[in-house]
């Protein structure tokens, strides 16, 4: 955890090393503007609270006045015309959008020279999906208070460019408290903060004093470009497969076993689940073997699931995988990830039809409404979610 700790605050997720440890030094205020749903607001003030709570950090809403870190509401043109492949994204030295266009050029807006953080801007559209907002506020409201790099290494994090975990966790919030321990404070090198975040972190979580330490290896900046262009939306489909057979082939070559080693096959299945089911399937379960054997990756799985479990519907064998549905449900709602829980319980729903369990059926359909509207926002998407789902299954085309 050490380890971690230093390469997600000391580096760039480019791979550019920042030459000292920033933090905020002073209470942190935060404003919201623009033009935010309601639901944002409701999502901020629970993050704000987890943080307090959780993290230890002191931190306050305002709704007047100069904030340390401001989030602007705009819209997915305005975030694209400056960063075509971001969401959302955080910033130093700005309190506007505005101020952040005209001056992104300029030094101050460049993270490596920054020495301390007392003025931050948050971007984040308003005209996504409620979850979409949520999802964006806790990743970059953590990095505007703490690291600003992504490692594929962590199985359990936001800070991991896989995207698996969508909300904060237990081990985000360590990392975060042990940022604001008072051991810490900004402008101290890689060699300083290396010094005191072992005693830091013993102090924290206590638990781990009595683990064996588990090294986990590097990931090479190689394996990392190829699972980028995998998941690139500027490429050719076999371009994108060529690039996620590369990073299995370097996981190989790595000898992982962990989740790094599963996602590329993940990627794969992904890719050919419409073309080549039988093949996606064969991805996944080489995938699935790999998360088995990996701690903490119990969200990876169900991800997983939702997949496996569809094919398995259209091949009128949903009831057989009823258990793992359920599971992975249970999964999903403890990882507060809407969208995917709205799609396993409409997978669920139609298993239920196969079982001959109708009452049961409907239930669970009308239950996955509400996670569906808040996961995918639009009316029009969440019922093309839900017919794309029912024909998967052979008995609704039969009946008509």
């Avoid at 590097?218 to 500027?234: C, D, F, L, N, Q």
Wanted: neutral net charge; glycine residues 6%; aromatic residues 8%.
């Amino acid at each position: 955890m050490a380890e971690d700790f230093l390469d997600l605050h000391f580096e760039l997720e480019s791979g550019a090393e920042l030459p000292v440890f920033t933090r905020f030094e002073m209470p942190v205020t935060v404003r919201l503007t623009g033009s935010p749903p309601a639901t944002m607001r409701t999502d901020l003030t629970r993050l704000l609270s987890r943080l307090r709570r959780e993290a230890g950090i002191d931190i306050q809403e305002i709704t007047d006045g100069q904030a340390n870190i401001t989030i602007e509401a705009v819209s997915q043109k305005q975030i694209q015309r400056i960063l075509p492949q971001a969401a959302c994204f955080v910033v130093p030295n700005a309190s506007s959008f505005e101020e952040y266009r005209s001056d992104r050029r300029k030094p101050k807006s460049n993270w490596s020279k920054l020495r301390s953080r007392e003025r931050l801007g948050i971007f984040i559209p308003y005209d996504v999906s409620p979850q979409e907002i949520r999802d964006c506020l806790h990743e970059e409201l953590a990095q505007a208070l703490g690291p600003l790099n992504d490692l594929y290494r962590l199985p359990d994090s936001v800070f991991n460019d896989d995207n698996f975990h969508t909300v904060l966790t237990g081990f985000d919030m360590l990392m975060l408290r042990a940022a604001y321990s008072p051991e810490l404070q900004s402008g101290m090198t890689r060699e300083q903060a290396a010094a005191v975040i072992p005693g830091v972190l013993s102090r924290l979580n206590p638990r781990g004093n009595n683990l064996p330490v588990q090294h986990i290896s590097e990931t090479p900046r190689e394996w990392i470009k190829a699972i980028h262009k995998s998941v690139g939306s500027r490429s050719s489909s076999a371009n994108r497969l060529r690039s996620a057979q590369r990073a299995a082939q370097i996981g190989q070559q790595q000898g992982w076993t962990d989740h790094r080693r599963a996602f590329p096959h993940y990627l794969m299945g992904r890719m050919g689940q419409f073309d080549n089911p039988e093949e996606a399937q064969r991805q996944y379960a080489i995938a699935q073997q790999y998360l088995a054997n990996t701690p903490g990756t119990e969200l990876h799985r169900a991800y997983i699931t939702t997949q496996t479990a569809a094919y398995a519907l259209a091949r009128r064998k949903g009831p057989s995988v009823l258990p793992e549905i359920d599971n992975a449900i249970a999964v999903m709602t403890r990882a507060e990830n809407a969208s995917m829980l709205a799609t396993l319980m409409l997978l669920k729903s139609e298993a239920l039809k196969q079982s001959g369990r109708y009452e049961q059926a409907r239930a669970v359909r009308l239950d996955s409404l509400g996670w569906a509207r808040y996961g995918f926002g639009s009316e029009v998407v969440v019922r093309s979610l839900m017919q794309d789902i029912a024909l998967r299954n052979p008995q609704n085309i039969e009946d008509g």
